[in-house]
């Protein structure tokens, strides 16, 4: 059984940074595409990133280009998120994904989620 672990959310000011990082247990990242989603109140859940399984390539939402950083340790088995200059609209849940596509976008071609970690963003 796959267990996705997110950390790394919580409640800062518009501006600010954070990073979330996601291991697993039961399976290793290697292989495999990763990514993150994310959800928030009453809207469906959209594509943030994806990094590609050796991490040479990686896809970004246009409303995150330029301010996050999708990046992978597979020594470590962890995804990270790095997220820089957070505004309002980024607070959401936020889900980091396993696929057996290369570069996760659409929500079919998850196979794995995390529970999810709540980021809070205040003005």
């Known amino acids: 059984q796959v267990q996705l672990v997110e950390i790394g959310g919580g409640l800062v000011q518009a501006g600010d940074s954070l990073r979330l990082s996601c291991t697993a247990s039961?399976?290793?990242?290697?292989?495999?595409?990763l990514g993150w989603w994310r959800q928030a109140p009453g809207k469906e859940r959209e594509f943030v990133a994806s990094?590609?399984?050796?991490?040479?390539?990686?896809q970004y939402a246009d409303s995150v280009k330029g301010r996050f950083t999708v990046s992978r340790d597979n020594a470590k088995n962890t995804l990270y998120l790095q997220m820089d200059r957070l505004i309002r609209d980024d607070t959401a849940i936020y889900f980091c994904?396993?696929?057996?596509?290369?570069?996760?976008?659409?929500?079919?071609?998850?196979?794995?989620w995390g529970q999810g970690t709540q980021v809070t963003v205040s003005s």
């Open positions: 039961g399976r290793t990242f290697t292989g495999y595409g």
């Open positions: 990094i590609s399984p050796i991490g040479s390539m990686t």
């Open positions: 994904a396993q696929s057996f596509y290369p570069q996760p976008e659409k929500l079919k071609q998850v196979d794995y």
